[in-house]
């Protein structure tokens, strides 16, 4: 059980709170590139508690700066794209993406001394169809070169993201909790679910959902790496065979699951927090085989409407079907993942009061990632760059950040047997 401390540590990320500082340490998602266009008007932005505005220069080149205008505190987001940077159309005071001021047209001489005006800005990169910014102190660390981020966009599917009403913790630790897809997630009907190989008799077309509610109980472990946390989840399918799954947690506030690709590739989940109650997840994935032939995520995309919001919320109940119980689905909610989630994460509260939890021993990958954050944030007040800060490009590059989803014998070393999957050259 956590104190109210802990837990205040852990969900409170605005400007100086001990978890938003720690959070800062890190590049985070700021928006999709498709809401950025180029030439396409300012996007006001809340991102750690921050009210900014981003822009695309006449380059093409993306910029984050607050909000509020220098000089009397008007809306940036109305402002005009010229003249290699942003344009407030109070005063016509212009920035450019690193926050210097450029003109102010109503001084003479266009403003003797706009070059000591330093407005709040924050640096910003462009992958995978999506915009990252640090918001951080000092030199910014190296965007990690997950797998995710730097395969040809051919094998990735589109990036989307979708607004919660809840902490970012709260979807950052359903990420840690592989038990809920034996209850949550479990479909009566999942013939067309997508088939896994397992090799195992009788089960050659045994799909995933079926796996997971083979075993109800299942062994839960985790272990510390140099990115977070890798999690397994052991489910026994026959006398002599197992059912293992390998998902990771990823400092700070993301993870590595199998979503569509099972285990040829991964998706990552990013929980954004826009204020203490509110967050964005990002979703993005990819397979490594062979290249997509449809880059979409359908099935989670029929379930979003404007403004990125979903369709099912707690002000519809989530639309959650007491027939559909009976003979489709556990939850009744349909048979988009998403939406469970949705529910699962924003039902406890805006800020789930932890004090009030009892954990058990198949929570082990949630205590262990609260470990690893509350740790973070205290290297963070010692002056040092948290776990999974990347300043070494020797070292950006992440080929043990892999999922698993295998049936295996019994007597298989089932904690090890993934690093057969590595490549020799990085062993």
């Known amino acids: 059980m956590m104190t109210k401390e802990e837990n205040e540590r852990l969900t409170k990320i605005g400007p100086r709170t001990p978890c938003g500082e720690f959070l800062r340490r890190y590049w985070q998602p700021a928006a999709l590139s498709e809401e950025l266009l180029a030439g396409g008007a300012p996007l006001p932005v809340t991102l750690l508690g921050e009210e900014l505005v981003l822009f695309r220069d006449e380059r093409g080149q993306p910029g ?8 009397r505190g008007a809306d940036l987001s109305y402002g005009r794209l010229e003249d ?33 005006i330093r407005h709040p800005a924050y640096p910003c990169q462009e992958a995978a169809g999506v915009i990252f910014a640090y918001l951080g102190p000092g030199e910014p660390p190296l965007l990690p070169a997950y797998d995710l981020l730097t395969v040809p966009e051919e094998y990735r599917y589109m990036p989307m993201k979708s607004f919660h009403e809840c902490s970012f913790l709260q979807g950052n630790e359903g990420n840690l909790d592989p038990v809920h897809l034996s209850f949550l997630h479990r479909l009566w009907e999942d013939k067309d679910a997508e088939a896994w190989s397992s090799g195992g008799k009788g089960m050659a077309r045994a799909t995933a959902l079926e796996l997971n509610r083979s075993d109800l109980a299942p062994l839960i472990d985790a272990e510390v790496t140099d990115f977070g946390l890798r999690i397994f989840s052991v489910r026994k399918v026959a006398e002599d065979q197992n059912y293992v799954r390998i998902t990771n947690f990823v400092m700070p506030n993301l993870c590595a699951i199998g979503g569509g690709t099972g285990g040829d590739g991964y998706q990552m989940d990013w929980h954004v927090p ?16 062979q290249p997509l032939t449809d880059r979409r995520l359908k099935d989670r995309l029929a379930g979003i409407t404007t403004g990125y919001r979903r369709k099912q919320t707690a002000a519809n109940r989530y639309l959650q079907d007491r027939e559909e119980m009976k003979t ?19 039902t406890p ?20 990632g609260r470990k690893l954050l509350l740790q973070g944030i205290r290297d963070v007040e010692e002056g ?4 999974h800060v990347v300043r070494d490009p020797e070292r950006n590059r992440f080929p043990y950040i892999m999922v698993r989803h295998v049936v295996v014998p019994a ?17």
């Open 64 to 71: 984050l700066l607050a909000l509020h205008c220098s000089h």
């Open 84 to 116: 290699g940077g942003l344009r407030c159309i109070y005063h016509g005071w212009l920035y450019d993406i690193h926050g210097n001021c450029l003109d102010q047209p109503a001084q003479a001489g266009g403003g003797e001394h706009k070059s000591a």
């Open 274 to 289: 826009i204020d203490d109650t509110h967050h964005w997840k990002y979703s993005m994935a990819f397979r490594r085989s």
């Open 328 to 346: 489709k689905s556990f939850a009744g909610l349909g048979n988009n993942f998403m939406d469970h989630d949705g529910f699962a994460v924003e």
């Open 349 to 368: 509260g805006a800020i789930q009061d932890r004090t009030q939890e009892h954990l058990v021993t198949t929570d082990k990958g949630i205590v262990a």
């Open 384 to 387: 040092r760059d948290p776990q």
């Open 411 to 427: 007597t298989v070393d089932w904690k090890n047997s993934w690093k057969e999957n590595i490549p020799d050259k990085v062993r």
